[in-house]
Nanobody, 128 residues
Framework: QLQLVESGGGLVQPGGSLNLSCTASGFTLDYYALGWFRQAPGKEREGISCISSSHVTINYADSVKGRFIISRDNAKNTVYLQMNRLKPEDTGVYYC?????????????????????WGKGTLVTVSS
């Protein structure tokens, strides 16, 4: 059974940092594109970052570009989201997701939408 579990959420003051982790079980992440999404209160879920299975393609939403960093450690079957200079508008439930598996020809692919497997989310609250 494919499973993704997020951790690292919590309450942080504006300007602070958090590092989210998402660990997979039941499959290896090596050939999957991985993404982070968030859903703010009263808003639709939005994609904020994606990293391809090759690590070559990395995308960020404009709202987090320059502040968030996505990375992956295939040996640990884990994807991370380092979030810096957090703002109150970053508050929401953060989900990791996986799409694939992809062969060599699609190793640089980051899907615009339509991820296959999802975690249950971790809550991030940015407030003073």
């Amino acid at each position: 059974q494919l499973q993704l579990v997020e951790s690292g959420g919590g309450l942080v003051q504006p300007g602070g940092s958090l590092n989210l982790s998402c660990t997979a079980s039941g499959f290896t992440l090596d050939y999957y594109a991985l993404g982070w999404f968030r859903q703010a209160p009263g808003k639709e879920r939005e994609g904020i970052s994606c990293i391809s299975s090759s690590h070559v393609t990395i995308n960020y939403a404009d709202s987090v570009k320059g502040r968030f960093i996505i990375s992956r450690d295939n040996a640990k079957n884990t994807v991370y989201l380092q979030m810096n200079r957090l703002k109150p508008e970053d508050t929401g439930v953060y989900y990791c997701a996986a799409s694939g598996p992809y062969g060599i020809s699609a190793a640089n692919y980051c899907p615009v939408g339509g991820m296959d497997s999802w975690g249950k989310g971790t809550l991030v609250t940015v407030s003073s």
